[in-house]
């Protein structure tokens, strides 16, 4: 089957030395090309690659020269709109990191222009859907679990993490990980949000330049309320980057916890860890046909017996985006996170942001 030639945008940064990494580790994908702001950046780079690559430190130059199928778009956010027009334009299928860009009118500038595009497919990096135990959730309140959701709490809480940028960055929590969440919100509900009431505030130990803390009352459609308390400079109690969830429905509660469980507490009875269920809802995800589900279980070792059916296990998440995006090439399908799909949650950010200045609920239009 043919390999994919990847393009890596970002190479030599935090993340997208993790990229890198799982790139090259992939039997169906080829890295033939990997740009960052200077050529000295690369000596970041992990020592592993099977195929010699270029090196560029042009993301222009990157783009124009090289031969790439599929372009990965780990650089800074502000530089997500421009390399991401030009991959389009040059006719390369698109992996962005999140958020898709740094602000609304550029996503939807974006989704115009891919619109013009429609054999190539865009897909933002929201990876935190990929988790199992996010899958577990899902399936567990589609599955009315806990019966009718009325409501959700949803609790982040973690240390700073001073990485690159983000000590000096607006409200880092809410333009950094917050979209993590906005997403899932919409993900484990299926519903899109209807408006949003924030306000951000700075605890007094907090290392960041900005406000990292965000209180936020989200109405999703149907009326599904989210209470979201999140803090990047905790101390203490910290959640899953994912975050702590817990819906209310009439029979009982549904919560994902600090540990990573999927957890039924029943109005009356005793709590049930419930079981991973990502066997089945990957499934539908990682619906691997004929010769990619050959080409990806080639060279697995012995401990995957069945490779096709343990995907979740084979692959790690950054890996997991890539094949949703390869089955989505094969297949002729829209990918899950879509550009079109991903305005909805990036348009969450911006509704927060644009409360916490002007101190007023904000509603949300879609596209
Ligand atoms: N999905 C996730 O869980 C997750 C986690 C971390 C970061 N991210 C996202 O990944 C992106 C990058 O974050 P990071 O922390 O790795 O950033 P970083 O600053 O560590 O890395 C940025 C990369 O872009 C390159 N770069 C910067 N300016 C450039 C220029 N002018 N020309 C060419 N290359 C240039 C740098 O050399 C570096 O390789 C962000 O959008 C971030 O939100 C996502």
Request: with cysteine; aromatic share 8%.
């Amino acid at each position: 089957m043919k390999k994919y030639k990847v393009l890596l945008l970002g190479a030599s940064g935090i993340y997208g030395t993790t990229w890198y990494k799982e790139i090259t580790r992939l039997e169906v994908t080829e890295l033939i090309g990997v740009c960052a702001s200077s050529m000295e950046s690369f000596s970041k780079l992990p020592p592993v690659t099977r195929t010699p690559h270029d090196f560029y430190d042009n993301i222009e130059k990157a783009i124009y020269e090289c031969d790439a199928d599929i372009a990965v778009i780990v650089l800074p956010t502000h530089m997500h709109a421009r390399a991401c027009d030009l991959a389009l334009k040059k006719g390369m299928h698109i992996i962005c990191e999140k958020p898709v860009t740094a602000n609304l009118q550029e996503a939807a500038q974006l989704c115009e222009e891919a619109k013009k595009h429609p054999d190539q497919k865009f897909m933002v990096a929201q990876n935190y859907r990929f988790h199992n135990h996010i899958r577990t959730l899902k399936w567990a309140a589609q599955n009315n679990i806990a019966g009718q959701i009325s409501n959700i709490l949803y609790e982040f809480r973690r240390p700073e993490n001073l990485w690159g940028y983000r000590t000096n960055m607006e409200l880092p929590l809410l333009k950094d990980v917050s979209i993590h969440h906005f997403d899932l919100m919409r993900y484990i509900t299926g519903k899109n949000c209807t408006e949003i009431y924030s306000v951000a505030y700075k605890q007094p130990w907090c290392e960041f330049r900005d406000r990292a803390s965000v209180e936020a009352i989200i109405k999703m459609e149907d009326g599904v309320i989210v209470n979201y308390t999140g803090t990047w400079s905790s101390r203490g109690a910290e959640t899953l980057w994912d975050g702590k969830i817990t819906m209310f429905g009439d029979k009982g509660l549904l919560t994902l916890d600090e540990k990573g469980q999927v957890i039924y507490i029943p109005a009356e009875g005793q709590p049930k860890v419930l079981e991973n269920i990502s066997d089945k809802t990957n499934r539908d995800t990682y619906k691997l046909t004929g010769e990619l589900s050959k080409e990806l279980c080639k060279g697995k070792d012995s401990q995957v017996n069945n490779c096709k059916e343990e995907t979740h296990r084979c692959f790690s998440e950054q890996q997991k985006v890539l094949l949703h995006l390869i089955q989505c090439i094969e297949e002729n399908r829209v990918p899950e996170t879509s550009i079109w799909d991903n305005y909805n949650s990036f348009e969450m950010q911006w509704a927060a942001e644009v409360s916490i200045k002007e101190n007023r609920p904000v509603r949300l239009t879609g596209l």
